[in-house]
């Protein structure tokens, strides 16, 4: 069974940093493209960074850039989202996802190309 399981999100101070993890059971991550997207209240889910298959290319939204990172780490099939200078905006609900197919430079940020979504992580940062 395919599963994603989200963890880390948590109550920071604006300024500050976390990491957040993304842990697959039922799949290997090198083979699939693994994106993070997130959703505020009243707002739709947005995409803010993704790895392809094979860490081949990384691409992010323009309010990730520099902020942001993407990693992956094979050994324990875990996907990472460090994020640093968080700013009370960024509050959300946090959402791995996973493409069997890849991710593609047009298309990563579109829900409907990940197959598999985990449950969320809230993250909530304070002014």
């Known amino acids: 069974e395919v599963q994603l399981v989200e963890s880390g999100g948590g109550l920071v101070q604006a300024g500050g940093s976390l990491r957040l993890s993304c842990a697959a059971s039922g799949f290997t991550v090198d083979n699939y493209a693994i994106a993070w997207f997130r959703q505020a209240p009243g707002k739709e889910r947005e995409g803010i960074s993704c790895i392809s298959r094979n860490h081949e290319n990384t691409w992010s939204a323009d309010f990730a850039k520099g902020r942001f990172t993407i990693s992956r780490d094979a050994a324990k099939n875990t996907v990472y989202l460090q994020m640093n200078s968080l700013k009370t905006e960024d509050t959300a609900v946090y959402f791995c996802?996973?493409?069997?197919?890849?991710?593609?430079?047009?298309?990563?940020?579109?829900?409907?190309?990940?197959?598999?979504w985990g449950q969320g992580t809230q993250v909530t940062v304070s002014s």
């Open positions: 996802a996973a493409d069997v197919s890849d991710a593609y430079a047009g298309s990563w940020g579109a829900e409907s190309e990940y197959d598999y």
